[in-house]
């Protein structure tokens, strides 16, 4: 069994800062590409960010400048960091990765965490 555990949500002033976390826990025998996604209530989730297993990005046009993307491999985590945030970045935020165990490859998300940009 596989899972992803999101942390680092939370209240931010605009002009603020969050990194969240994504652990991936299980039986693990590779780690593939991973991403954040967003979704706020009557829109589609969309991807905020990717990461190739070999460090390969990309972003979202409304995050680009702002937000990183990173993995520690070692750690089966990745992270988000997110700088100068804006309300319009507020939504649950959803990790999601290509995770292979001993005997598939499967597509895995988290529960997800909410940030809030807001004064």
């Known amino acids: 069994q596989v899972q992803l555990v999101e942390s680092g949500g939370g209240l931010v002033q605009p002009g603020g800062s969050l990194r969240l976390s994504c652990a991936a826990s299980?039986?693990?025998?590779?780690?593939?590409?991973m991403g954040w996604y967003r979704q706020v209530p009557g829109k589609q989730r969309e991807l905020v960010a990717g990461?190739?297993?070999?460090?390969?990005?990309n972003y979202a046009d409304s995050v680009k400048g702002r937000f990183t993307i990173s993995r520690d491999n070692a750690k089966n985590t990745v992270y988000l960091q997110m700088n100068s945030l804006k309300p319009e970045d507020t939504a649950v935020y959803y990790c999601?990765?290509?995770?292979?165990?001993?005997?598939?490859?499967?597509?895995?998300w988290g529960q997800g965490t909410q940030v809030t940009v807001s004064s």
């Open positions: 299980g039986s693990i025998s590779s780690l593939y590409a």
């Open positions: 999601n990765g290509q995770i292979a165990t001993t005997f598939s490859r499967n597509d895995y």
């Open positions: 990461i190739t297993n070999r460090g390969s990005t």
